[in-house]
């Protein structure tokens, strides 16, 4: 036997009696006003845990993805060093010398791009199954603008040239990257979801709101100048007639 509050009148009684002896409301009722209010409680538990998780972990990501940019920004600026140095085309170095400066730039390039879109799949695995919990809005969006940062981020093109005597050799190595089709498509997916949640409907119903106003203002702009015009118009023909 348990005790449990009435939801009418607030007193207590045993869960065994037919209903409450104070107010006579239904046991039943009172079991399934707490059931709902339980599951109510339980759900915004959840919409706030799966927020913060999510947010965490899109955190975790972006500190994770300016590390490795850091790391290829002074991966890049010892292979220009090294691809500006004159190379010496007599010694017999020179094509071991280019060999060597492609095979860094390509992997400075390759460590970088893998590590992007291992952020792409990783944050979508890891995400995916808390949308069940409802997060916030703002939690799906700044998913959804991270991935969408990485796939941009892992469009890389770099080109490295090198020089002999002040004289440039040209491109000794380049790279160019696109974003793979899965990571495309965990993009849309998150686009999407985004576009489902409350927020995306009013963002898109403020900018239809403000496109309308312009174009309300560009006629209203037109109009007036169609005006001036035709005054003006008006004024020549009277001076005209004046003469």
């Not at 869960?15 to 339980?38: F, I, M, R």
């Not at 991966?75 to 280019?98: C, E, L, M, P, W």
């Not at 160019?176 to 998150?190: A, T």
């Amino acid at each position: 036997m348990a005790l449990m509050v009435c939801t009418e009148c607030g007193k207590k009684f045993s869960d065994k009696a037919v209903s409450c002896p104070e107010c006579g409301c239904p046991t039943e009722y009172v079991l399934n006003h707490n059931a709902s209010e339980e599951y109510i409680e339980k759900k915004k538990q959840n919409v706030k845990r799966a927020t913060e998780l999510i947010i965490e972990y899109v955190e975790k990501a972006k500190q994770e993805a300016k590390e490795a940019d850091r790391l290829f920004e002074s991966r890049n600026r010892s292979i220009q060093n090294k691809a500006r140095n004159s190379i010496d085309i007599f010694g017999g170095d020179a094509t071991y010398r280019v060999v060597e400066i492609r095979a860094d730039a390509r992997q400075a390039c390759d460590d970088l791009y893998s590590t992007y879109q291992s952020l792409v799949t990783d944050l979508d695995a890891f995400c995916r199954p808390l949308i069940e919990s409802e997060p916030a809005s703002y939690a799906i969006k700044q998913v959804c603008d991270a991935i969408s940062f990485f796939n941009s981020e892992s469009e890389i093109e770099s080109n490295f040239t090198s020089s002999f005597e002040g004289n440039s050799l040209g491109n000794v190595a380049n790279s160019k990257y696109v974003p793979s089709i899965e990571s495309k498509m965990i993009q849309k997916f998150w686009e999407n979801k985004y576009k489902e949640t409350p927020e995306s409907m009013a963002e898109h119903e403020e900018r239809r709101k403000k496109i309308e106003e312009n174009r309300k203002r560009r006629e209203e702009e037109k109009k007036r100048e169609e005006e001036r015009k035709k005054t003006e118009l008006e004024a020549k023909k009277k001076r005209k007639s004046r003469k």
